[in-house]
C-alpha cells in the first residue's frame, strides 16, 4: 500500500518531525536520502504519493535531482512537491520554484507550518 506522502530527508529528527506532523490525516513514508525517494517512486509510479516533501541538502541524489526525475517522468510529473530549503541559503528558494516544486519550507519550521502547507498544496 503506497503512502499519501512520501519524504526524504537525511536528517532523523526532521523524519520523525514530519511523521508526527501529517500521521493523523496522511499515511507517511519517510527515507533518508533521495536516492531511496526515487527508488520508491519509480515503485509505486502506478499509485503515487498525493506529495513528495524533498530536502534539498542529502546525501546519494539530493533534494533538485529528485525533483528533475519527479517532473521528467509522465508517472510522476503531477505529483505535489514541497522543498525543505535552509533559511540562510535563499538561492535554493528560488531554485526550487524555477525547477518546478509547488512550494518551499524554510528550515527550522514547525510541526503546524509543515502540516498547513501539505494542506494547502493538496488543495
Ligand atoms: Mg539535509
Do not use: C
Not at 531554485?95 to 502547507?117: H, Q
Amino acid at each position: 500500500m503506497p503512502a499519501d506522502i512520501l519524504a526524504a530527508d537525511d536528517d532523523e529528527d526532521i523524519r520523525e518531525m514530519i511523521r508526527l506532523s501529517l500521521r493523523e490525516e496522511f499515511e507517511v513514508k519517510t527515507v533518508e536520502n533521495g536516492e531511496k525517494a526515487w527508488e520508491y517512486l519509480a515503485a509505486y509510479s502506478d499509485s503515487p504519493p498525493k506529495a513528495v516533501i524533498l530536502d534539498v541538502m542529502m546525501p546519494e541524489a539530493d533534494g533538485f535531482s529528485v525533483l528533475d526525475r519527479i517532473r521528467e517522468h509522465g508517472k510522476t510529473q503531477e505529483i505535489a512537491v514541497i522543498m525543505l530549503t535552509s533559511r540562510s541559503r535563499e538561492e535554493d528558494i528560488v531554485r526550487a520554484l524555477e525547477a518546478g516544486a509547488d512550494d518551499f519550507l524554510a528550515k527550522p519550521f514547525n510541526k503546524s507550518e509543515l502540516a498547513g502547507r501539505v494542506q494547502q498544496t493538496l488543495e
